[in-house]
């Protein structure tokens, strides 16, 4: 209950009219307004304690709101510095895949020229055995000898021509220089032929990639006996699998080595028995012979240069007629360019095609400072 209402009940009690009456009502009032002071004071204390919390509260508001900027900006910064770490890492790792693709595709490579080594290795090693003896000469460095090319090519003429080589390049040129010749038959019968160069399609150069056959053994070092013999000995002996042998597809003798080449149907059996360099093979029912295996080398033409050459002692006549048989005009061609009277001089040899037939003509290295015929 408020003070108001306690003195509402004393007035009710009291008179208004009397002194003591308007005494106490006066009391009455001066505590009211004692009271409402008292709440006054209160009210400007409790509104002062209002404000200054108020002004608390902003200080602490605009505290924390600037703490929050700056921890907003500072997020910011961090954020920025752990993307640019981030993109730095990223980057990083990039870099080091690169450099594990790297490192595979050399790791890859060097597998493969290990490989290569490793068969070319195999490749020396099957080279042909060669005994040297040093005679105490010495020589340069770069004075060595290059290794010698020699060509074989096929030349297919045609019909009514003939091939002729003169031991003397000079003969030749003069042969070609008269172009046309009258070639008497006897009596008054003459045919006239015409005198044309002969140019062969050679090459100048080749790069040969040597390879380990995987099917293929070379066998050397053998004793001398009949061929056929031979080449069944060592048939029956590398088709046992005691020896490590396999299934034997073809024997085949090289006469100008005396070695022979086993081929066999699998291609696992070379390599094993190429590891044992050396075998023992039963000749006969009390000896044995022991020879030597070594892979045997297949040989690819990488690259091949050619040129165009003029065979500077060969003459290639044209429009012979068949007026006779083969060997009575090839016997008559030869006697009239023998004769110095026609130009001609000493023949080395001679072809001659008829019309109607088919003849190759095979033109070989000579020498290695001579012209390939």
């Not at 306690?6 to 308007?22: A, I, M, P, R, Y």
């Not at 060592?234 to 020896?243: A, D, G, V, Y």
């Not at 109607?356 to 015929?373: H, I, L, M, N, W």
């Amino acid at each position: 209950m408020s003070s108001e209402e306690d003195f509402s009940l004393v007035d009710s009690q009291l008179s208004d009219d009397t002194l003591e009456g308007v005494q106490n009502l006066i009391s009455n009032q001066k505590k009211i307004y004692d009271l409402l002071l008292e709440e006054q004071k209160d009210l400007i204390h409790s509104r002062d304690d209002r404000r200054e919390m108020t002004k608390q509260f902003k200080r602490r508001t605009e505290k924390m709101t600037l703490d929050f900027k700056k921890d907003e900006l500072s997020y910011r910064d961090q954020l920025t510095l752990e993307k640019a770490k981030v993109d730095q890492l990223k980057q990083e790792e990039g870099d080091l895949m690169r450099q594990i693709r790297q490192v595979q595709a050399a790791i890859k490579e060097e597998g493969v020229q290990n490989d290569y080594l490793r068969e070319q290795a195999d490749v020396i090693k099957a080279m042909p055995d060669k005994k040297l003896v040093f005679r105490g000469a010495t020589a340069e460095a770069d004075d060595w000898e290059m290794f010698e090319m020699r060509s074989e090519v096929i030349y297919p003429m045609e019909g009514g021509t003939a091939l002729i080589t003169f031991e003397e390049e000079d003969v030749a040129q003069n042969i070609l220089d008269m172009k046309t010749h009258h070639v008497e038959l006897g009596g008054d019968c003459r045919i006239t032929v015409e005198s044309r160069a002969v140019e062969l399609m050679l090459p100048s150069a080749a790069e040969i990639n040597s390879s380990v056959c995987p099917n293929r053994i070379l066998v050397s070092n053998l004793p001398k006996m009949d061929e056929e013999t031979l080449k069944n000995k060592l048939e029956i002996h590398f088709s046992k699998s005691k020896h490590k042998g396999g299934e034997v597809d073809e024997c085949e003798y090289l006469p100008d080595s005396g070695a022979v080449v086993v081929t066999f149907v699998e291609d696992n059996i070379a390599k094993g028995l190429t590891e044992c360099e050396f075998h023992d093979v039963r000749m006969d029912k009390k000896t044995s012979h022991r020879v030597k295996v070594t892979p045997f080398l297949n040989g690819k033409i990488t690259d091949l240069q050619t040129l165009m050459t003029t065979c500077p002692r060969t003459v290639l006549l044209t429009g012979i007629p068949h007026v006779m048989d083969r060997e009575t005009l090839q016997d008559l061609l030869e006697i009239h360019f023998q004769k110095n009277g026609n130009g001609g001089g000493e023949i080395e040899a001679m072809l001659y095609n008829p019309l109607g037939q088919s003849t190759s003509a095979v033109f070989r290295s000579v020498s290695p400072d001579s012209q390939r015929e």
